[in-house]
């Protein structure tokens, strides 16, 4: 402090009671204490280092303080540190002033920014804010004064929700215009915030006024923001936009935006550059803006075109938070005029066609793309490329056709009446096969010579083809209406079709099956690559027409023979179902006139749709549908087998085949209950089962019998019949009588009549159990006779009583064991029959399984004879007189005494006994009279 001979007074201290932001500094509150004697006037200077302003207060309060608004606008933008310096004189007369030297008190202070946010006193109640925002807080009204203090306090704890104690966590001055600035930065962190008064009441959540903690005081939140970003490419060429993508919980904010290339700093035009697509906006030299991100999630472009190629780094940093993370980018320079490829692999089997992108970058707007290399695998195919102003050009090529003319195209555009670019196939190698399995590679450039274009690619990838895998076959069904959504998706667009069909998979609504309905639609699901080139000889997009073709051409491995076409869908009635004396029906007329077929390249997959209506097949027929593969070029003989065998025997060695069997049945509607009775209340069920195609829907129609007053009708629409055949419909027979008669009618339901069930309204529905058997264990099963089994399975109670049922196990028909099972509704139980007992059948196939009264679970128990050594086992002594005669299998052992009342199968079982007794009678039986027979002839 300079001194010097001049007539002071004392001027204690100078304060600055309220936060100086950037919007109000042109009108900055100062206090001057000045306790023990008034000065004649008071000057101050204010600086922030390399500018400064000053002045005189405008009077003097007598015994202080003297408060004073001054204007610093012009020296204190945001961010500056500001100096302020007062002196007090004794007389108006004197000319000893502040000076950046000359003053008695200072005092320093920050300028800020303006509040990220704004608020009032009647809405920061329930306000979520960000760690690192400004809150300003507008308090008009509530009381407060400039330079009272106002505590920001974090609740601590609660009583029934309410904040019972908090925390000091900062105090702030109450700046002109009755607002405070919250720094969220400088609180306690995440959590809740209330504001206590100068008396020491707090803001009530309704605003305006202060009061006690306990009477709903205003609350608000703050959380911490997250932020992520990261490029959706880790590399990028500099003739391309590569999405950023953002992921944020909170749901709108902006981001500042900094970056370097290979360790330099971007200037804010390179910038804005490659973030003006984003609307990118300059903040500084080095710092963009990009704003509105809504929703928490999203992206927006960077744009790379003509950049210097490097490695790319960028911060991003929300304008308003603490919230930041970074991003990084790999930028490829490209020459001149280069071609790409969208993948460094692609990968086909035998006989499919491969699509293969060539991209265009820099000026370039045409090249050549060469398939394989005449010189390394004994074919080259030359195609060049006018890509007539598009980045990219997406050409099919078909490895079916590779090589030859007249199997179709060799390439086409993948997407011809979507682009203007234009290929031509100047060359190939002719070969006399199908392109041999094996990888090619893929050259391209921008160079109109093919030998350039090997010699020296811009790009170089592969492709590999595949032998082709074994074919496969599904039956599925699904109803009429299940069919008309999926053919509607292929009308609107081929890719829409198969992600329709997999929502109607997933849906249950088209579901694997061995028996269709009459009435459904069946679907055959054929896997089968290296097919896509075969089909696409026909030059059609239409999936039926070329299938068609190819069920009906000649170029089989037969040479031109009738049926001998590339490929074959027979649908034929198999031997068993097939009348005696009648010749097996076939379907494949019927279907290829009606049928629909998807085919999927992706998946190899093709799918041939047709309603069972359209073909002659009928109840109680089953049929194998068999696919195969005859095409000749596709199998491709080899030369010797051509020469050595005959044509039957190259089909037998060279066709490929799959085969599926399914059944039709006549639509069946069933009830649950006949008669379907239910009571006079709300939500009651009517539900049975049926065979139709999951999916179906059908109306319940319930209409009351004549005489019944009041009369009523009630009908539900559009029940479904689930995956596993069951259907049901709830009603509400509140409004109707006890004794009440009605009838219950399935309507739509394919059938040339209706099933209909009668009913009666009553008091109470009786209730029934229903005993259902699953997870039989073992299946399938082969044993030696003699040996013992132990079988289990499980027994579920799916009705709605509890109920008491004896369960069997069987054997060809017979009980040989059995326990009585006690089940409450929706309870299960795993039955066990230990130690069964062979020895006494014969070798050979028998039906086995776990039987109640209402369901059962079987397979086949094999038998095999056991080596016991020689004649003596098998002989006269075993098998003669005395075993299978009249002693052995007569009336004491097969007649009454041992089957009958007395000691049946029942009391063989009862006692937990397991065997065979009744079947070794039978044999017996049957032994003692071919015995007998023999005897009298």
């Known amino acids: 402090m300079t001194s010097g001979t001049f007539d002071l007074v004392g001027v204690e201290d100078v304060v600055v009671p309220t936060p100086v932001t950037e919007s109000s500094n042109a009108s900055v509150n100062v206090s001057v204490e000045h306790p023990t004697t008034n000065p004649a006037n008071i000057t101050w200077f204010a600086t922030n280092g390399s500018a400064s302003t000053s002045g005189t207060f405008s009077g003097v309060s007598a015994g202080g303080p003297t408060n004073e608004t001054i204007d610093l606008s012009g020296i204190a933008p945001a961010g500056d540190e500001i100096t302020l310096r007062v002196v007090g004189a004794h007389s108006t007369s004197n000319e000893i002033s502040a000076t950046e030297s000359v003053f008695q008190s200072e005092t320093s202070f920050t300028v800020s920014d303006d509040g990220d946010v704004s608020t009032t006193d009647a809405d920061v109640d329930g306000s979520l804010f960000w760690t690192g925002q400004e809150v300003e807080v507008n308090l008009t009204g509530t009381g407060v004064v400039p330079g009272d203090t106002i505590d920001i306090r974090s609740v601590e704890s609660r009583n029934s929700g309410n904040p019972s104690t908090t925390g000091q966590a900062r105090s702030v001055k109450v700046g002109s215009g009755q607002t405070i600035v919250i720094d969220t930065d400088r609180l306690r962190g995440e959590g809740f915030y209330v504001l206590r008064g100068p008396t020491g009441s707090f803001l009530q959540s309704s605003g305006g006024s202060f009061g006690s903690l306990s009477s709903s005081p205003a609350e608000f939140e703050v959380l911490t923001q997250d932020l992520t970003t990261e490029f959706a490419e880790d ?205 090619y590679s893929l050259s391209v450039s921008s160079s109109s010579s093919y030998s350039d274009t090997l010699d020296s690619p811009d790009t170089l990838g592969t492709l590999v083809i595949e032998q082709r895998t074994e074919l496969s076959q599904q039956i599925w069904t699904a109803s009429d209406s299940t069919v008309d959504d999926i053919v509607s998706a292929a009308d609107d667009d081929d890719e829409d079709v198969f992600e329709e069909l997999n929502g109607q998979i997933e849906d249950d609504n088209v579901t694997q099956s061995s028996t269709i309905a009459e009435g459904d639609q069946v679907i055959h699901q054929i896997g089968a690559d290296g097919l896509s080139g075969l089909l696409d000889k026909e030059d059609t997009d239409d999936s039926t027409a070329a299938l068609k073709a190819a069920l009906a051409n000649n170029t089989g491995i037969g040479g031109g023979l009738s049926g001998d076409t590339s490929l074959n869908l027979r649908v034929r009635q198999t031997d068993d179902s097939t009348t005696a004396n009648q010749d097996p029906v076939e379907l494949q007329s019927n279907i290829t006139g009606n049928m629909t077929v998807f085919a999927n390249e992706t998946t190899d997959n093709l799918y041939v749709v047709y309603d069972i209506d359209d073909t002659v097949a009928a109840d109680g027929d089953e049929f194998d549908a068999r696919f195969r593969v005859q095409d000749q070029r596709l199998l491709n003989p080899s030369d010797s087998d051509r020469e050595e065998l005959s044509t039957n025997e190259l089909r037998n060695e060279y066709y490929e085949s799959v085969t599926s069997t399914f059944d039709v049945a006549e639509r069946e509607f069933e009830f649950d209950q006949d008669p379907f009775n239910v009571s006079n209340a709300e939500g009651q069920v009517i539900s049975g089962t049926t065979n139709v195609a999951p999916g179906s829907e059908v109306n319940v129609n319930i209409r009351s019998d004549s005489g019944t007053s009041p009369s009523f009708v009630k009908t539900t629409e559009n029940v479904r019949v689930s995956a596993d055949g069951e259907w049901s419909a709830e009603f509400d027979f509140s409004d109707t009588n006890v004794d009440d008669e009605y009838t219950v009618t399935v309507r739509q339901s394919g059938l040339s009549e209706n099933p209909s069930v009668e009913g009666t309204v009553v008091e109470e529905v009786e209730t029934s159990a229903t005993f259902t058997v699953s997870e039989l264990d073992p299946q399938d099963v082969t044993a030696t006779v003699g040996d013992t089994l132990t079988v289990t399975a499980n027994v579920e109670n799916t009705g709605d009583a509890e109920s008491t049922q004896t369960v069997e196990f069987r054997v060809g028909g017979d009980a040989v064991a059995s326990q009585d099972v006690t089940l409450a509704p929706g309870n299960n139980t795993t039955v066990e029959f230990a130690d069964v007992d062979t020895s006494g059948l014969e070798a050979g196939e028998y039906e086995h399984g776990v039987f109640t009264d209402d369901d059962s679970a079987t397979a086949t128990l094999t038998l095999e004879a056991a080596d016991d050594g020689g004649d003596d086992s098998s002989g006269d002594d075993s098998s003669g007189d005395d075993s299978s005669g009249d002693d052995s299998s007569g009336d004491d052992s097969s007649g009454d005494d041992s089957s009958g009342d007395g000691n049946g199968t029942d009391d063989s079982t009862d006692d937990g006994t397991p065997g065979f007794g009744a079947l070794v009678a039978l044999v017996a039986l049957i032994a003692a009279a071919l015995l007998a027979t023999r005897r009298n002839e």
């Open 235 to 439: 590399e990028a060429n500099n003739n391309e936009n590569v999405d950023v993508d953002v992921s944020s919980l909170r749901s709108s904010f902006d981001v500042e935006v900094t970056g370097t290339i290979n360790g330099n700093d971007l200037d804010e035009e390179e910038l804005n550059n490659i973030f003006d697509d984003a609307g990118s906006t300059t903040v500084d030299d080095e710092t963009v803006l990009i704003t509105g991100f809504e929703d928490g999630d999203g992206s927006f472009a960077a744009n790379f075109t003509d950049v210097d190629g490097g490695d790319y780094a960028f911060d991003f940093a929300v304008d308003d938070t603490n919230a930041e993370d970074s991003a990084s980018i790999n930028v490829t320079e490209l020459g001149d005029g280069e071609l790409s490829l969208d993948q460094n692999v692609y990968t086909e089997q035998q006989g499919d066609v491969a699509n293969i992108t060539v991209q265009f970058e820099g000026d370039s707007n045409g090249g050549t793309l060469v398939i394989g290399d005449e010189d390394d695998v004994g074919y080259q195919a030359n195609v060049s490329v006018d890509a007539d102003g598009e980045d990219e050009v997406a050409i099919l090529f078909n490895s079916y056709a590779a090589g030859s003319s007249g199997n179709g195209s060799v390439v086409r555009l993948a997407n011809p009446s979507q682009t203007d670019a234009s290929i031509s196939l100047d060359d190939q190698t002719n070969i006399n096969d199908i392109l041999a399995d094996g990888d």
